[in-house]
């Protein structure tokens, strides 16, 4: 950072923002939960996704740049590292998922379970109560042996070519390995079994890049916004934003190619079992949402990134990651209420039986279903509780990552003295 005369600004207080965030998120929350149960859950689920996933993405990025090496992390490796420390945030926020299964998952509720041969042979094996919660287990506690990992490597600064050095090279190799592997398991409980009669073999690939492109989006966002309030931007920090935003740009277009993969084997394919997925996604308003994907989460910001001067000003790639991060929010929406407003729709159908007989419910119970299924939902509660879950985050947040973009710098200046002082 060149040396200038007037100060930075003093950093505002998360805490009122934080606090106006929680208290917007209690109410939406209370007033879901008045309202249905099961649509509460199900809202919470997304808004927890979503801010977990920012979580999984960073652990992931700092694993790369241990391997990869090179100046795109230095600018964002602060903003990781905070990002990642909220990992037990996340962890406590999801005991009542764990505690409240068949609110949201199907699989979960004995009733459904009775009537459903090939459930019932999955639950032997896999979707019970009990299995989901110990592989829960085991997935936060390798992502916590990931966190410590990453936690000594902050305090040690290894130089390169040391024993440390190399040492943490390896464990990242083995760490980023293991971490696919428990995102893509992670992927198949919480998000894919919300359909459990469907099935996608490349589904934990779309959300391991979607986390990975929420993270960055996130860090180059904050990294921006605070290097924008800096007196004075180097040429050095502009190649690094430069080179960040060639990163994000890949990473979505990898995003859209893996979406677009599964999308493409589901419609070659045409099986009965396979295509209610993307249906569901695309009738009964669902399909302008998959339209703002396309064009707010690929388009707009591959195409734009492809400019160099856009990549090269702080503002302009900063107003294109708080567009990805925005539209990061916008598809676990996406993916998740299609799927849960079906079960909400199968247990209306169900005490529709339970009250008028088979005979009526037969008549016009499907009807009623789909009207419960599909009739002027908006993510309201999804929102609420994002921004409530949200305020949380931003609170513990702000007590772990640099205050100002000159704390980050000085942060990655004295790491790459250790290191030798070049990349």
Not at 37 to 45: I, K, P, R, V
Not at 230 to 238: E, G, R, V
Not at 321 to 332: F, K, N, S, T
């Amino acid at each position: 950072m060149t040396a200038a005369s007037n100060p930075q600004p003093a950093a505002r207080s998360p805490l009122p923002f934080a606090a106006g965030a929680i208290v917007v998120g209690a109410i939406v929350g209370a007033v879901g939960w008045s309202q249905n149960h099961h649509q509460f859950f199900a809202s919470y689920l997304v808004a927890w996704l979503f801010w977990n996933g920012l979580v999984l993405g960073s652990i992931a990025l700092q694993l790369l740049h241990n391997l990869s090496g090179g100046k795109w992390g230095d600018a964002i490796r602060p903003y990781l590292r905070a990002t990642t420390g909220l990992l037990p945030v996340t962890a406590i926020l999801f005991i009542p998922i764990a505690l409240n299964l068949s609110q949201v998952y199907e699989w979960a509720d004995p009733a459904i379970v009775a009537g459903d041969a090939m459930l019932q042979y999955k639950a032997k094996f896999y979707l019970n109560v009990e299995f989901f919660q110990i592989r829960a287990g085991i997935y936060f506690t390798l992502w916590f042996l990931l966190l410590g990992l990453l936690s000594w490597q902050a305090r040690t600064n290894a130089a390169p070519d040391s024993p440390a050095h190399h040492r943490f090279r390896r464990f990242s190799g083995v760490g980023l390995g293991l971490h696919g592997l428990a995102v893509t398991f992670s992927a198949i409980d919480w998000m894919m079994s919300l359909e459990p009669h469907w099935f996608s073999a490349i589904y934990g690939v779309i959300i391991f890049a979607a986390q990975g492109v929420g993270a960055l989006a996130l860090a180059i966002f904050l990294a921006t916004r605070d290097a924008r309030r800096a007196p004075s931007i180097t040429p050095y920090q502009i190649d690094q934003f430069h080179d960040l935003g060639k990163l994000m740009a890949g990473l979505i277009m990898f995003w859209m190619y893996v979406n677009f993969s599964q999308l493409f084997i589901i419609w070659y394919g045409n099986l009965p079992e396979e295509v209610v997925w993307v249906i569901r996604r695309l009738d009964h308003g669902w399909l302008w949402v998959a339209i703002s994907l396309l064009v707010f989460h690929w388009i707009v910001p591959f195409f734009g990134l492809l400019n160099r001067d856009w990549k090269r000003d702080p503002a302009r790639l900063g107003f294109m990651a708080l567009l990805v991060v925005c539209m990061e929010w916008v598809m676990y929406v996406w993916y998740v209420e299609p799927s849960a407003q079906a079960y909400f729709a199968h247990l209306a159908h169900l005490a529709h039986e339970a009250s008028h007989g088979a005979a009526e419910a037969a008549h016009d119970g499907a009807h009623a279903a789909a009207e419960h299924e599909y009739h002027g939902f908006f993510p309201w509660i999804d929102a609420g509780l994002t921004v409530g879950i949200g305020g949380v985050w931003w609170l513990v947040f702000n007590r772990r990552r640099p205050k100002t973009f000159a704390q980050a710098e000085a942060a990655a200046s004295k790491q790459k003295k250790k290191k030798g002082g070049h990349h």
